[in-house]
């Protein structure tokens, strides 16, 4: 692995809302391979599990050990009886106790202009422990509703949890809020009573990060399409209340690849990075948070 120098990201305060400002630095970058382009990660109960579109859509576990993730030889393919399901993942929503959600989007045509949105809900643990889909893919989704693509990650409104997703373009984005239990007996997300709340955010949301004792919801961007690092820090109650985005910060960087996901660790002033990029796919980002 190779560590690159520190890169220092420049934070831009754009909201004042009652909420500490933030800001933050690259720490560490290094290369974590055989995830092909790495699409995003997921951190649950100490465990890391980063997901890409190599041959088939693939998931891999690791643990965080200092400031480096290693990898526990544990890898799991989004197949079925060895058909590619989720080529592109896109996200995952989990919660213990709630339906497993996972995203994906469908290249329609050579070009890649045209893409569908899938939402798949899956068992979880049965996932984990076959190491594929067989068996374990209980309900297909058309998101039809999206803009542009999808991208599953629960948040927390007024005590119950809901299963976000955000758009992708540069045009009407949107946040949109889903009942969960229902949304995992649909079969589209434009059925009737499914939606709970929306509200309009900025372009370029690659993934969704929810910090639930803050009630901040993060919305991993692009500054512009496919390119340049953004963090957006949202205010989650105050922007369903008025059905925009209520901006308590954005981080920018000069990193010039596909930022694709990022998670807070076991400690809120440090989380990790991915992007699509081969080499230097992962990095430490270390998080300040004014009391």
């Given at each position: 692995?190779?560590?690159?120098?520190?890169?220092?990201?420049?934070?831009?305060?754009?909201?004042?809302?009652?909420?500490?400002?933030i800001?933050?630095?690259?720490?560490?970058?290094?290369?974590?391979?055989?995830?092909?382009?790495?699409q995003?990660?997921?951190?649950?109960?100490?465990?890391?599990?980063?997901?890409?579109?190599?041959?088939?859509?693939?998931?891999?576990?690791?643990?965080?050990?200092?400031?480096?993730?290693?990898?526990?030889?544990?890898?799991?393919?989004?197949?079925?009886?060895?058909?590619n399901?989720?080529?592109?993942?896109?996200?995952?929503?989990?919660?213990?106790?709630?339906?497993?959600?996972?995203?994906?989007?469908?290249?329609?045509?050579?070009?890649?202009?045209?893409?569908?949105?899938?939402?798949?809900?899956?068992?979880?643990?049965?996932?984990?422990?076959?190491?594929?889909l067989?068996?374990?893919?209980?309900?297909?989704?058309?998101?039809?509703?999206?803009?542009?693509?999808?991208?599953?990650?629960?948040?927390?409104?007024?005590?119950?949890?809901?299963?976000?997703?955000?758009?992708?373009?540069?045009?009407a984005?949107?946040?949109?809020?889903y009942?969960?239990?229902?949304?995992?007996?649909a079969?589209?997300?434009?059925?009737?009573?499914?939606?709970?709340?929306?509200?309009?955010?900025?372009?370029?949301v690659?993934?969704?990060?929810?910090?639930?004792?803050?009630?901040?919801?993060?919305?991993?961007?692009?500054?512009?399409?496919?390119?340049?690092?953004?963090?957006?820090?949202?205010?989650?109650?105050?922007?369903?209340?008025?059905?925009?985005?209520?901006?308590?910060?954005?981080?920018?960087?000069?990193?010039a690849?596909?930022?694709?996901?990022f998670?807070?660790?076991?400690?809120?002033?440090?989380?990790?990075?991915?992007?699509?990029?081969?080499?230097?796919?992962?990095?430490?980002?270390?998080?300040?948070?004014?009391?």
């Amino acid at each position: 692995m190779k560590i690159f120098n520190t890169i220092i990201l420049s934070a831009l305060l754009i909201s004042t809302l009652n909420y500490e400002p933030i800001s933050g630095n690259i720490t560490k970058t290094f290369t974590i391979d055989s995830l092909g382009a790495c699409q995003g990660i997921s951190h649950q109960n100490g465990k890391y599990f980063l997901y890409g579109d190599r041959e088939v859509g693939v998931m891999r576990e690791y643990a965080l050990e200092h400031d480096s993730l290693i990898y526990q030889n544990k890898e799991y393919r989004f197949t079925i009886k060895g058909e590619n399901v989720i080529k592109h993942p896109t996200g995952i929503a989990f919660i213990k106790g709630m339906p497993t959600f996972i995203g994906n989007s469908v290249r329609q045509n050579a070009e890649g202009t045209l893409w569908k949105a899938m939402i798949y809900a899956i068992d979880w643990q049965g996932f984990l422990k076959s190491k594929t889909l067989d068996g374990n893919l209980l309900q297909t989704i058309e998101d039809d509703a999206c803009i542009q693509g999808t991208r599953p990650e629960y948040v927390k409104h007024k005590g119950k949890w809901f299963m976000a997703t955000a758009d992708y373009g540069n045009k009407a984005n949107e946040v949109r809020l889903y009942h969960a239990d229902k949304l995992a007996k649909a079969t589209k997300t434009s059925e009737a009573g499914l939606l709970y709340k929306k509200f309009t955010c900025s372009p370029w949301v690659q993934n969704l990060h929810f910090i639930e004792d803050k009630g901040i919801l993060v919305l991993v961007q692009n500054q512009i399409e496919g390119r340049k690092w953004r963090l957006t820090f949202l205010d989650l109650d105050k922007s369903v209340a008025s059905g925009r985005e209520e901006v308590i910060k954005v981080i920018d960087t000069d990193k010039a690849d596909e930022l694709e996901g990022f998670t807070l660790t076991d400690k809120e002033n440090k989380g990790i990075a991915v992007s699509s990029s081969r080499k230097s796919n992962v990095s430490m980002v270390s998080l300040a948070w004014r009391k």
